[in-house]
């Protein structure tokens, strides 16, 4: 429900009390940017808090946030909010994000649409990279292990993808995930499959508007960072470049779609309530 998907933006601040006294200051910003505070009673809700265990702190808080005063969440406005918020977002809004067929490490094949209940976090890496790459792959590593800190874990699916697909072999792809700290709960690396061809993960890259461009003289590639996002049911919500973006502006966009989703999921069509019928 939307004190799920609220809760887990404020459970991956907060892994205990001492935590939130530290991060109240932040949450508290971010949730006044998003319409979700309401000042009034932030007083006797923080003061609360201060005084409860972990578990009945972020209870009493997901109870706050859908109430009343929480009702004028980002929802629908969400991609002009994060705009606002995050200077390194770019909403994308397109009906389907570009669909794939890979491998995993152990050669079982992956699709897109294999996680079309989730939101997907997915980044495109080769593992000789010496710098780009690395940097990129342990900032995603922190975003997983805040949301998996809360309650969002089993919405939430990473994908890293190589472009080098010639030089990453399944051994290299096994370790590049405990090199970089990547939780295989929820994480994936994927390569090409063997009957395709060896650019068809730089194709890939290429359809999701990222060039990694082979250079002459070495084996580097040339290309930039960037965090795809992809929404639940496929579509291709956003893109976060650059290596600059908050990790908490990405979290929290995460949270709202979860939550909007579950709105969708939830209220019912005209249709259904002329007929009676509740989904």
């Known amino acids: ?13 907060c892994r205990d009390v001492r935590a939130w006294s530290v991060h109240e200051g932040r949450v508290r910003r971010e949730m006044q940017r998003c319409g979700w505070w309401q000042t009034r009673s932030t007083g ?11 578990r009945a702190a972020l209870a009493t808080l997901a109870a706050t946030i859908s109430s009343a005063a929480f009702a004028d969440h980002p929802g629908e406005n969400l991609d002009a909010r994060m705009f606002e918020m995050e200077p390194y977002f770019q909403a994308i809004d397109a009906a389907q994000a570009p669909d794939f067929e890979l491998q995993n490490a152990e ?14 976090i997915l980044h495109f890496i080769y593992a000789s990279c010496p710098d780009i790459c690395p940097l990129h792959a342990e900032k995603i590593a922190a975003v997983q292990a805040s949301i998996n800190g809360g ?3 089993d919405l939430v699916q990473f ?4 472009t080098d697909p010639v030089n990453d072999t399944p051994d290299v792809l096994r370790e590049y995930g405990n090199r970089h700290g990547f939780d295989p709960t929820n994480w994936v690396i994927l390569t090409k499959r063997p009957d395709q ?3 068809a993960t730089r194709l890939l890259a290429r359809d999701y508007g990222l060039e990694f461009t082979m250079t002459a003289d070495s084996d580097m590639m040339m290309h930039g960072a960037v965090t795809h996002v992809v929404d639940i049911g ?13 990790n908490v502006n990405l979290i929290l966009y995460v949270s709202e779609l979860i939550n909007n989703a579950q709105h969708r999921r939830r209220e019912p069509s005209l249709w259904d309530r002329l007929t009676g019928v509740s989904q």
């Open 1 to 13: 429900d939307r004190s799920r998907a609220c809760l887990g933006f404020a459970g991956t601040l």
């Open 44 to 54: 006797k809700v923080m003061q609360l808090i201060f005084c409860l265990t972990r």
């Open 107 to 120: 050669g079982n094949s992956v699709r897109l649409s294999d996680f079309s209940d989730k939101v997907v």
């Open 151 to 153: 309650p969002m874990s």
């Open 159 to 162: 994908i890293s993808i190589t």
């Open 197 to 199: 061809a060896d650019d």
């Open 234 to 246: 496929g579509r291709f919500a956003a893109k976060f470049h650059g290596m600059n973006f908050k």
